[in-house]
């Protein structure tokens, strides 16, 4: 999870980055989860991992903005989206509690997209 959750984010960053400055523009979207905004008992590195490109991305959006380079930040917080992840889990319980809570609250992928479109028109 901190490969894929934090450091894939940061590895984006910074494939981007001098680009994006060196042109005094650019937009870095990024997805974290409802787990980067409220703690769930159960899912502590997972939130951990969602925390910090909360954090990293809000700090991104103030240096930009401090050192005028124009760079746009946004980050989506979806809950569960419909993936193979129910699929996946071996804990019974678990896997019992995350379908439960998909089957509430569940969206598409397509949905996800939506949300990317607006945020970049």
Same mark, same amino acid.
Request: proline residues 3%.
């Given at each position: 999870m901190?490969?894929?959750?934090? +450091?894939g984010?940061?590895? &984006?960053?910074k494939? @981007? *980055?001098?680009?994006?400055?060196?042109q005094?523009?650019?937009h870095?979207? #990024?997805?974290?989860?409802?787990a980067g905004?409220?703690?769930?008992?159960?899912?502590?590195v997972?939130?951990a991992? +969602?925390?910090?490109?909360? &954090?990293?991305?809000? @700090? *991104?959006r103030?240096?930009s903005?401090?050192?005028?380079?124009?760079i746009? #930040?946004?980050?989506?917080?979806?809950?569960?989206?419909?993936?193979?992840?129910?699929?996946?889990?071996?804990?019974?319980?678990?896997?019992?509690?995350?379908?439960q809570?998909?089957?509430?609250?569940q969206?598409?992928?397509?949905?996800?997209?939506?949300?990317?479109?607006?945020?970049?028109?």
């Amino acid at each position: 999870m901190i490969d894929v959750n934090i +450091k894939g984010v940061l590895n &984006g960053i910074k494939a @981007v *980055l001098p680009e994006f400055t060196s042109q005094k523009s650019g937009h870095i979207i #990024t997805t974290s989860s409802v787990a980067g905004l409220k703690a769930y008992p159960g899912g502590t590195v997972y939130s951990a991992t +969602k925390w910090a490109v909360c &954090g990293l991305m809000e @700090v *991104l959006r103030i240096e930009s903005a401090q050192e005028g380079t124009n760079i746009r #930040t946004d980050t989506i917080y979806p809950a569960a989206i419909e993936t193979e992840l129910i699929d996946r889990i071996t804990d019974k319980d678990t896997a019992k509690g995350t379908e439960q809570m998909y089957d509430q609250y569940q969206i598409s992928p397509h949905s996800i997209a939506n949300i990317v479109a607006f945020a970049i028109d």
